[in-house]
């Protein structure tokens, strides 16, 4: 950073730079991509690296061997620490979750919680990990119990890549776990938000990290294709194209849309978890892949929609820089451009906050984009399984005669029921990540918890082992 700084550590030019982050160090491009707010407001700069730096990159960090686990987790430690604590890049932590809620649209109360997850998730990704080791595995072959012969859980490979979102800061709590394990990584940040990833990287070169053994490469779409061929696996974040761009590369990790949902079988009184359902909506300004898109009740679901929509209408349109903000927002013509496609798309639905209640003009080339809420006469998968980037949500009546078909595709699904049979079933379906059972909100997560599975079960194998 060249530019020069006020006592509150913000920045005196009207830009901040952000350069790549390679294996020999700060790498500022000739080639820039302008960082724009939600109004339209440039704040910043973005190197953007050519597909042959990114080769050579990782080329380079494959040559480097992986860092001893004591300095690992020692560095880790200390990047949480310097994370929210210090001045990186020129960027106290409050002017940074300034920026990331600025950019991306989301609160910024949402955006700071989410910033200090990610603080915690790089002090405990060691622990993160601890929970997908075979329990027949050592993590390390010195261990005694290899004497007996065991497994030993070692590594996929050598350098992990990571294309990753920019809806939410906490898309980088996870990859953390990669480098606790001895993996070299290489970030493509979104280009919508690429502030946090920069800071988490700055943060873990301070801490004691070699720059080969994560590196920041802001890439176009040639380069992020050759960050996964170059990779040993990767994880990406995506639409549901993406996903299925990967479906068949055992290699990479696909991250799609949640439509995490509620389910409440008829002997349950739904009035009982009204609080749960509108918080599991509208909670993280309804952009996370963990809130509600679609709640099914067994029985007549039509008092239980107008609820949901007597309770979500009140939240106030607010800029995100404003503390008491709930709902995101988006450039006015691109909050259109979703109104308009979840018009066309709840055709033939009951809209008690339909689209036209949605683009809220904040006067300053923003939009918030308020709740939307519509009422299905069946459980028409199609539009159960529409997820958009704001508090929407979809109510259905279920019954048994339905079946598993409108809840499956689910990151999570919450059952509120006493109905163990239907537990039974939900668990084994496949389709379905996570199974949360009674009231507790869908974007509920813990560390000993996996959010599709276990990141650690895609990055490592177990071998046997014995030793004299």
Known sequence: MTTTFTESSRPTSDTVMLDALGPNGNYRTRNREIIKDTAGV?????????????????????KAGSLPPAQRQAALDKAAEIFVHDQIAGLDFEFYVTLASRVSGLPIKVTRAGALDVA???????????????TGSAFDWRDEVTRRGSGVWVRRGEVFAVHASGNHPGVHGAWPQALALGYRVAIRPSRREPFTGHRVITALREAGFRPEDVIYLPTDYAGADEI????????????????????????VFANGPGRSKILITAEQNWRDYLDLIVDSISNLGGMACQNTTAVLYEGDPTLLAQAIAERLAPIPALPASDENAILPTQPIAQ??????????????????????????????????????????????????????????VWVSPWSRGDGLAPLRHSLVITAITSD??????????????????????????ALQMPHDGYLAEFLMRSKGFIRD
Not at 42 to 62: C, D, H, K, N, Y
Not at 123 to 129: D, E, F, P, R, S
Not at 236 to 250: E, I, N, R, T
Request: charge should be negative; hydrophobic fraction near 45%.
């Open 228 to 251: 996964i061929r170059a990779a040993d696996l990767s994880m990406v974040f995506g639409s549901q194209d993406v996903v299925d761009k990967y479906a068949a590369d055992a290699t």
């Open 420 to 445: 163990e049979q239907l537990i039974d079933d939900l668990l084994v379906e496949p389709t379905v990540a996570n199974l949360y059972r009674g009231p507790h909100a869908t974007y509920y997560m």
């Open 335 to 392: 909050a259109q451009a979703v109104a308009d496609y979840l018009a066309a798309k709840a055709a033939g639905s009951t809209p008690l906050l339909g689209a036209d209640h949605v683009v809220a003009d904040l006067g300053d080339g923003n939009a918030a984009l308020r709740p939307a809420v519509h009422l299905l006469t069946t459980p028409d998968v199609d539009k159960l399984n529409i997820e958009l980037p704001f508090p929407c």
């Open 120 to 134: 915690t998730a790089l002090g405990c990704a060691l622990n993160a990990v601890r929970p997908a080791r075979p």
């Open 42 to 62: 440039a704040v910043g700069e973005l190197s953007i690296v050519p597909p042959l730096f990114v080769t050579r990159s990782i080329a380079a960090q494959r």
